[in-house]
């Protein structure tokens, strides 16, 4: 079974393209470590990252990364478990923002992330929102 997290934050510092580069890194040297594969994103100062791996990996990462000063959480979502992995061959990808533009990303920002704390949706209805943007991700970003 594959545990998955998705979520939202805002750095606590600016950080530079090549800070970014190198955190995306280290994060996916760490994950093959571990056997957590997903991507990261960021736009100004926000973070979109999605992770997916073995219940115990994900747990714990999900305290580190809600622990980590370098930013802070604003929206996030522990999805239903599933049978395979949507990002497989992927540590952490570092997606450029705008690619995700181009495929419609906003479209999980506006729905879901700043839906979620209002309660528009049902946990069902959101994690089945984000499952079919994960899919696209997968489906049209090139390796
Ligand atoms: C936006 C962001 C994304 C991160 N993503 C990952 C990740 O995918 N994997 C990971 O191991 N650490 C990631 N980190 C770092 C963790 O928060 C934490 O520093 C790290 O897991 C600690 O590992 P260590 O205890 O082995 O030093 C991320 C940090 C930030 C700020």
Same mark, same amino acid.
């Given at each position: 079974?594959?545990? %998955? ?14 800070? +970014? +580069? ?56 522990? /999805? ?10 992927? %540590? ?16 999980? /920002?506006?729905t879901v992330?700043?839906t979620i704390?209002?309660q528009l949706f049902s946990n069902q209805e959101v994690?089945?929102k ?14």
């Amino acid at each position: 079974m594959i545990y %998955s997290y998705i979520y939202s934050s805002k750095t606590n510092k600016a950080f530079t393209l090549e800070e +970014l +580069l190198v955190l995306q890194k280290e994060a996916a040297t760490k994950n093959k470590e571990h056997d957590v594969t997903g991507y990261l994103t960021f736009k100004n100062d926000i973070f979109f990252q999605y992770i997916e791996g073995p219940e115990k990996e994900i747990k714990q990462l999900i305290k580190n990364i809600e622990n980590d000063h370098r930013h802070g959480i604003s929206n996030s979502f522990i /999805l239903p478990v599933r049978e395979e992995r949507v990002f497989g061959g992927w %540590s952490m990808r570092y997606i450029d923002f705008n690619s995700l533009v181009e495929i419609g990303f906003h479209e999980l /920002l506006e729905t879901v992330f700043f839906t979620i704390d209002n309660q528009l949706f049902s946990n069902q209805e959101v994690a089945k929102k984000i499952n079919r943007m994960l899919l696209k991700i997968a489906d049209n970003i090139n390796d």
